[in-house]
């Protein structure tokens, strides 16, 4: 088991009002599942998302991160973790603008003290994996918005981590990218790595095995699913109907 928090709450205080963003969350996530969380604005699923990333710490309840309890660590330990143990991919890729694809995949590594040759190693590694190895020198302005979020994903491996969390990795994506991406996320949990997407749509969940949807803080409904095929939707994409004469 990876993931495991127990009737997890956040509270935030705005003035005099406290607003429950998650009330009492319990679940498990087992290394190697593909699992999308969806949910209404306001519904807790973003929230639940910082938690798992340790952005935030809970009002109360627990939280074990690959046999760690991380719910009440201080800020510095959350952040080792982070590190350590957690990649990130975000709906505007978050790639620094003047610098290259390889040296933003580098960024974690710099933090975590990697020695510059074992860094570029790495990281050229990680995009060749993501299929960018042509464009390791390129800035994030001389690349499609789908090159972007490869590179963002090369760097959310590049610290080898046990858990990928993507926050609307599609959303600032047309159609055709976005099941490139999904289909990408399929490749590497296919690989073995876990990985929890937060999204507003149903296209995009039905790619993930698992689907958990939030309503008022609270887990609504935990079911299994039979994953789409994205590869097999990039194909049928590829074939396109002859036009009439």
């Given amino acids: 088991m990876l993931i495991r928090v127990e009737d997890l709450h956040k509270d935030y205080v705005l003035g005099d009002t406290v ?13 190697g599942e593909f699992v999308a969380v969806m ?7 973003s ?5 798992l990333g340790c952005l935030d710490r809970p009002t109360a309840g627990a939280y074990w991160l690959a046999g760690e309890d991380v719910a009440h660590m201080e800020a ?14 975000f709906q505007q890729f978050n790639l620094l603008p003047r610098t290259s694809a390889v040296e933003n995949v580098e960024l974690p590594l710099i933090y975590a003290g990697v020695p510059p040759q074992e860094r570029r190693r790495r990281a050229l590694e990680r995009l060749a994996r993501v299929g960018l190895a042509a464009r390791a020198g390129h800035q994030p302005s001389q690349l499609s918005g789908g090159q972007q979020q490869r590179v963002a994903i090369a760097r959310a491996l590049v610290n080898d981590p046990a858990l990928i969390l993507a926050d609307e990795p599609t959303g600032a994506l047309d159609s055709r990218t976005s099941i490139e991406i999904m289909a990408l996320l399929r490749q590497l949990n296919a690989a073995g790595m876990t990985i929890v997407v937060v999204t507003h749509e149903r296209d995009i969940a039905a790619y993930a095995s698992r ?3 939030f309503r008022d803080g609270r887990v609504r409904s935990d079911t299994r699913q039979a994953a789409r095929d994205a590869a097999a939707d990039l194909a049928a994409l590829d074939v396109q109907p002859q036009a009439a004469e």
Wanted: hydrophobic share 50%; proline share 2%; glycine share 12%.
């Fill in 19 to 31: 607003v429950r963003a998650l009330d009492g969350v319990s679940l498990s996530i087992d290394a």
């Fill in 39 to 45: 949910g209404p604005s306001g519904s807790g699923k």
């Fill in 47 to 51: 929230t639940f998302m910082n938690m």
């Fill in 76 to 89: 510095d330990q959350l952040a080792a973790i982070r590190n350590r143990r957690i990649g990130f991919v």
């Fill in 211 to 213: 689907l958990i949807a």
